[in-house]
């Protein structure tokens, strides 16, 4: 059935997404704010107001909320991100209109109380110092902020033990009130459910006094050429990045995932072959193509040992390079949209995966289309929508190399510097 976004007189954008074959009913509720809003003094403030968001409402204990979804066979969870926090649940569809009920309270109720704010600073740091111990983590936020430094981007979405620490229950507060309880909104639900019931669940909500329409944070200036990153661990990790705009179709948003599908996220992709199945060098290669509000980020990904750093450098550099040279088959574009639209078959069986989707094409200004018509989109590709991608999009000169791991010496620093800049004088 169509997919329908409409727009709640108490200040609400809902999208609704019916799967009459469903049982079950996945909804999400998504408020416009993220680790991007944070001003210095309050990072990772975004990050505690959603772990305080089940922390008890004037009308439920944490107990009870928790109840209320374990009883069911449901469950409820949140995440944050650079610029959403979302509140996300999937119940029996009988049970929508209830679950409705209580992210309602939990998103104008919360009390913030002072021992629970305490206890829950103490679970907070304890996750923040278990992503110190994981190099991926560690590496991703350490290359973000190499490549966006001091800039809203690359701020950390959990902030540091001594950022959680500064943070009283006013700002809390303030931010609970700002961003969640009066902040932009969008509750997007897909799966088997009432719309006449949904609808009048949310009516219930008082109007959201102040709408945030322009995020209070600049477009991202990023810092290309290498990057050495010293850290105690022991695999070198490697990030071979472009800077791109955001995609302005869906077309074009397609388009990047097939040619992801290309370069490094299937196991017969150029760079798993590449790097893994034919040189060995490595274990974990892959590749991503991740997007924001104004920008978006085409990444290469693997982690080596230093003895095959030096080797795994430039057969990475080669893979990514040799795209310039257009030499994207029409084998490669029909095994990677085939493995798209597989992925989007088996997503769609998903009520979750399917409401997610659809929050990311909202909040990218897409078209609000279902898997179906996805699939379509992705059947139209031919190789050269692919060429025309890279050809006009990938540029060395927005290019980024970073190297995270045990420090290279001085001679190698410098050799992998110069050929970095011979290639970028080159393009």
């Known amino acids: 059935m169509p997919v329908a976004l409409s727009h709640l007189d108490n200040g609400i954008d809902l999208i609704l997404e019916p799967i009459v074959t469903a049982k079950t009913a996945a909804i999400g509720f998504w408020f416009s704010v993220g680790s991007r809003y944070e001003p210095k003094n309050q990072r990772g403030i975004t990050h505690f107001v959603e772990h305080m968001l089940f922390k008890g409402t004037s009308s439920r204990t944490a107990r009870d909320i928790a109840l209320a979804f374990d009883r069911i066979g449901g469950y409820i969870n949140a995440f944050t991100d650079r610029e959403n926090l979302c509140v996300h649940c999937v119940v029996p569809s009988e049970y929508a209109e209830k679950a409705i009920e209580i ?225 994207i088959s029409e084998e490669e574009v029909e095994a990677s949209k085939q493995h798209l639209c597989g992925e989007e078959i088996i997503a769609s069986e998903d009520p979750e995966q399917r409401m997610k989707q659809l929050a990311l094409q909202y909040f990218l200004d897409l078209p609000l289309v279902n898997s179906e018509e996805r699939i379509e989109e992705i059947k139209k590709t031919k190789v050269e929508h692919i060429e025309a991608l890279i050809k006009n999009n990938l540029h060395v000169s927005k290019s980024a190399f970073a190297l995270y791991g045990p420090s290279l010496d001085f001679y190698t620093k410098r050799m992998l510097k110069k050929k970095y800049k011979d290639e970028y004088a080159k393009k």
């Open 103 to 327: 992210m309602n309270d939990m998103m104008n109720h919360s009390l913030f109380s002072p021992e629970e704010i305490e206890k829950e600073r103490q679970v907070i740091e304890s996750e923040i110092i278990s992503s110190y111990d994981d190099p991926e983590e560690a590496a991703n936020e350490a290359v973000f902020q190499a490549i966006w430094p001091n800039q809203s981007l690359s701020q950390s979405i959990a902030g540091s033990v001594e950022d959680i620490a500064s943070l009283v229950r006013e700002d809390l507060l303030d931010w609970y009130t700002r961003y969640i309880q009066n902040g932009k909104l969008l509750i997007c639900i897909s799966g088997n459910f009432s719309e006449r019931k949904i609808r009048a669940a949310l009516e219930t909500n008082p109007d959201r006094k102040k709408i945030f329409n322009e995020p209070p944070f600049s477009l991202p200036n990023p810092h290309e050429g290498f990057h050495f990153l010293s850290a105690s661990f022991q695999m070198e990790q490697l990030f071979f990045c472009y800077n791109l705009e955001k995609p302005k179709t869906l077309q074009e948003y397609l388009h990047w995932h097939i040619l992801n599908a290309i370069i490094g996220d299937t196991m017969s992709s150029r760079l798993f072959q590449s790097l893994r199945e034919r040189a060995a060098y490595c274990y974990t290669v892959y590749s991503y193509y991740a997007t924001s509000s104004d920008s978006a980020l085409l990444c290469a990904y693997a982690s080596a040992s230093k003895k095959n750093v030096k080797k795994l450098i430039a057969d990475m550099k080669n893979e990514m390079q040799g795209l310039f040279t257009l030499n």
